[in-house]
């Protein structure tokens, strides 16, 4: 479905990924792996065309999106929850989730505000309410949420384990399970393995912008000295 | 009572066409982030318009067709401007976006006079709403109840828009989070020609609508402008209800202040949007600014350094040139080059703070008009020396500096801009309304140099020293502790307050020190005239030098020497042609699009690019 080849990106002289290179099929649900300042977002946002990659192709259902404005690259059917979660602070939930909405698509589920509010009933009390006034774990859900409103194929997660209470990381993967079950692609970064590896089929592990390892977690687990020497700090 | 109700009903009439351009520049400013200092034009451009339909169109259906078409053809002007002039510079830093919409001012100056020449124009009256309604005895207007009437539905119409439909939505959203929205997949482009669109429009039926009660002119570009400023910075910027209260405020105030103490009505508008601004410094509906968090980033700016030998050397070569003048040219080019000197010292302390201190300063002109005048107003009134009324020019600018100052750089990026404006106006106001002191329009007169000194060429040596005394302490600075810190807190203000760097001490030592050195040109400018007037203080001066350091470098250090050095030299030239603002105006947006480096940046790009010039160690 989304094949990355070749993919540099820079933050200004900065030199952030090099030569990047994996690819993800329909209905799988791949985690990114790799230490603070390994990539990940930088991955997630060249993926988006958020940053530019300078070189490299990346094709999503065989149409080539490196250099699409970010808009058409949403429009193509990617969702991005950033890491940050960047609500619209001054707009109510219903509000947030309006921005988000796109037309159905032929080949994946079509999400309505009710279908969102049942899976995250916390929105449902709180929807003409102001992001502003929202815990950590109910924004990254209005993040996830307000995504889905554009109807995705393929979700990108930016550690949505980051910063949260212990029980929402929990309802977090049984979501991101349950979208799977739905039939969504799934790019997951992350730095809780062990919540990686209940989530994702397959693990990429980069570091310096660079792979390192990509295959299933099974294998990840018979090479210690890999974990050890790009995952533990 | 009665005269008191007819003045508030005229008040509310007037705030009317304030409220509808308050409100699309505000809207414009709270998507896009942009300050259109060409909102103005849009709605100088809606009166002519209008003029000329409802002249084609007869009866009360073409009277309000003409308004509502005006305001479709200037919402199409806006998004001309939008996707040609400002899509190329939305990533710029916000300076080169203010100076692009100087350029489309200049422009439209010049097509409205090409299109409907300079004599006045005036407005046709409304059919139906010509005669007045007695109220409490007194005669109001029928049109003005008819624009307090629809005013209040305008507003409502707005806030509908922005709070009930989906388009309202987004652009609240994109207000916050530009690249959030693109990113689930909204075509902000579109979404910010809309806003221009609507924004201009907005302006264009401000024109129009104004027609019955005034008419339309070539200066009322200017002349609304920056009522709209203050309204809009009042109300707060991006509020449309924060528009909406302040032009009633602002409007309101003027009636009365017309009637009641007509020599201060000027200064009142500005006094209070200074007042508000010290207690709410965001606006009555404002919300706080946060630097940087629009993605407006710019290519680094580049280490500085002291000149090498090859610029010193250069430096000397111009200067014993420029020594040499008397010797060889005659009387005129030593007054055209005394001219340029106080231009290129007035740049210089204009970018001291705009450059190395980020602080965009849109009222410099008040430190040289400032200066000029304490130096004129102590020759006129106490015979005071020459040479010590001279002394007092940067003195008493410097004051004067320190004082606003201190209320200015609390505030940050368009904030600090629009109250340096607002103080420059203050001043420009009160000169020009106090006129038993300052003699107003006619300006102070025969204010002499001492004789020592008033022969042209003694005159030019005394401007050649002072002036490059000045420029190069200036220059000097900027390799001084103070240049540095400056630096320090315009590249990260908190990450300088963190390593102890107290920000506000250092920002307001250095406006205290630009506005001195612009006094100092002042006091050189007014002995080298003998006379001073106050267009020496009015906006266009302040914009005139804003110009000058961009065209010859914001990222340089000798860019505004350069760029004023430039300008006066083809001024001259320049103003002999008939429609010059057209192509200044052109030439201005052709740099910001394509040569935002300016004269001096692109000269180094050049000149590293043939090898003459070493590229600088950080960009290997």
Not at chain 1, 194 to 222: M, Q
Not at chain 2, 150 to 158: A, D, E, Q, Y
Not at chain 2, 220 to 227: C, G, H, P, T, Y
Not at chain 2, 453 to 477: A, D, K, N, P, Q
Request: hydrophobic fraction near 50%.
């Amino acid at each position: 479905m989304l094949e990355i080849s070749g993919l540099n990106s820079f933050y200004g002289k900065a030199h952030i990924l090099s030569d990047l290179e994996f690819s993800i099929d329909r209905g799988e649900v791949v985690a990114l792996l790799g230490r603070n300042g390994a990539g990940k977002t930088t991955t997630m946002k060249s993926i988006m065309q958020i940053v530019r990659p300078r070189t490299g192709s990346i094709t999503f259902e065989g149409t080539q999106i490196a250099g699409l404005p970010s808009h058409k690259v949403a429009q193509k059917g990617i969702g991005y929850v950033p890491e940050e979660r960047r609500i619209f602070s001054d707009l109510t939930i219903l509000e947030n989730l309006e921005v988000g909405r796109q037309a159905p698509r032929n080949d994946t589920p079509t999400w309505t505000t009710d279908a969102l509010f049942e899976i995250f009933p916390n929105l449902y009390e709180r929807r003409h309410n102001r992001g502003k006034a929202m815990s950590g774990g109910e924004q990254q859900m209005l993040t996830i949420a307000r995504t889905l409103m554009g109807n995705p194929k393929l979700l990108l997660l930016d550690e949505p384990s980051e910063g949260i209470a212990p029980v929402i990381v929990e309802q977090m993967a049984k979501t991101i399970l349950r979208l799977k079950r739905e039939g969504l692609t799934v790019i997951i970064s992350e730095q809780n393995l062990h919540f990686a590896g209940i989530v994702a089929d397959r693990a990429v592990i980069i570091e310096s912008g660079e792979k390192k390892f990509d295959g299933s977690f099974g294998e990840l687990e018979k090479h210690p000295e890999i974990r050890d020497a790009y995952l533990s700090v | 009572m009665g005269f008191f109700v007819a003045q508030l009903l005229t008040g509310l009439a007037n705030a009317a066409a304030l409220f509808l351009v308050a409100s699309g520049l505000s809207l414009i400013f709270g998507v896009t982030r942009i300050v259109n200092f060409a909102h103005g034009s849009l709605y100088m451009l809606g009166a002519y318009f209008g003029i000329t339909l409802m002249n084609i169109l007869p009866g009360a259906f073409g009277f309000w067709g003409s308004i509502v078409l005006s305001g479709l053809i200037v919402g199409l002007i806006g998004v001309i401007i939008e996707m040609f002039v400002l899509r190329p510079v939305y990533r710029a830093p916000e300076l080169f976006q203010l100076v692009a919409t100087f350029g489309v001012i200049l422009v439209i100056q010049d097509l409205a006079l090409l299109i409907w020449g300079a004599e006045d124009q005036l407005g046709p009256r409304a059919p139906g709403l010509k005669s007045v309604v007695r109220i409490l005895g007194e005669p109001v207007p029928q049109y003005d109840l008819a624009l307090i009437a629809i005013t209040p539905f305008i507003l409502l119409g707005l806030w509908w828009l922005i709070a009930k439909t989906r388009i309202g939505i987004l652009v609240r959203a994109a207000t916050q989070d530009r690249e959030m929205v693109g990113a689930l997949g909204v075509n902000q482009s579109w979404l910010f020609t809309g806003v221009f669109f609507l924004g201009s429009a907005l302006a264009g039926l401000g024109g129009a609508i104004q027609l019955p009660k005034g008419g339309a002119d070539l200066l009322m570009d200017l002349n609304i402008i920056s009522a709209v400023f203050v309204v809009v910075v009042i109300g707060g910027m991006g509020s449309i209800p924060g528009a909406f209260v302040a032009s009633v405020l602002i409007s309101v105030l003027n009636v009365f202040g017309v009637s009641y103490i007509p020599q201060s009505t000027l200064v009142l508008m500005y006094v209070v949007m200074a007042v508000v601004l010290l207690i709410r410094p965001y606006g009555l509906f404002g919300r706080e600014e946060k630097a940087g968090e629009h993605g407006q980033v710019g290519e680094p700016d580049r280490p500085i350094r002291p000149a090498g030998l090859v610029g010193r050397s250069f430096v000397a070569v111009l200067l014993i040139g420029l020594a040499a003048v008397p010797f060889l040219f005659s009387n005129f080019s030593q007054v055209l080059i005394t001219d340029i000197i106080i231009a290129c010292l007035f740049a210089a302390s204009l970018q001291f703070i705009l450059s190395t201190g980020g602080l965009v300063s849109f009222g410099h002109a008040a430190y040289f008009g400032g200066g000029a005048y304490a130096a004129a107003l102590l020759v006129s009134y106490t015979e005071t020396p020459m040479e010590l009324a001279f002394l007092f020019a940067p003195l008493a600018a410097g004051l004067l500096a320190i004082v606003f100052g201190w209320f200015c750089i609390r505030l940050s990026g368009v904030y600090f801009a629009m109250l340096t404006l607002a103080f420059s106006q203050l001043i420009w106001s009160l000169v020009f309304q106090w006129y038993d002191l300052t003699g107003g329009d006619d300006g102070l007169v025969n204010i002499w140099p001492s004789e020592w000194l008033s022969g042209t060429t003694t005159y030019y040596y005394f401007t050649l020293i002072v002036g490059v005394g000045g420029i190069i302490l200036l220059r000097h600075l900027n390799h001084a502790p103070l240049g540095y810190t400056l630096r320090a807190t315009r590249d990260s203000a908190r990450q300088a307050e963190a390593t102890g760097i107290n920000v506000n001490v250092v920002q307001w030592t250095a406006f205290a020190v630009a506005g001195a050195l612009a006094g100092l040109a002042g006091g050189l400018f007014v002995f080298s005239k003998g006379s001073i007037f106050p267009n020496e203080l009015e906006i266009g001066k302040s914009f005139d030098a804003l110009i000058v350091v961009f065209l010859g470098g914001v990222k340089t250090l000798s860019g505004g020497v350069v760029g004023a050095a430039f300008m006066e030299t083809i001024k001259d030239w320049l103003t002999r042609l008939e429609y010059w603002r057209l192509i200044l105006g052109l030439v201005i947006i052709g740099v910001v699009i394509i040569a935002p480096d300016g004269i001096v940046g692109s000269l180094r790009k050049v000149s590293e690019k043939i090898g003459l010039r070493r590229t600088e160690e950080f960009m290997k």
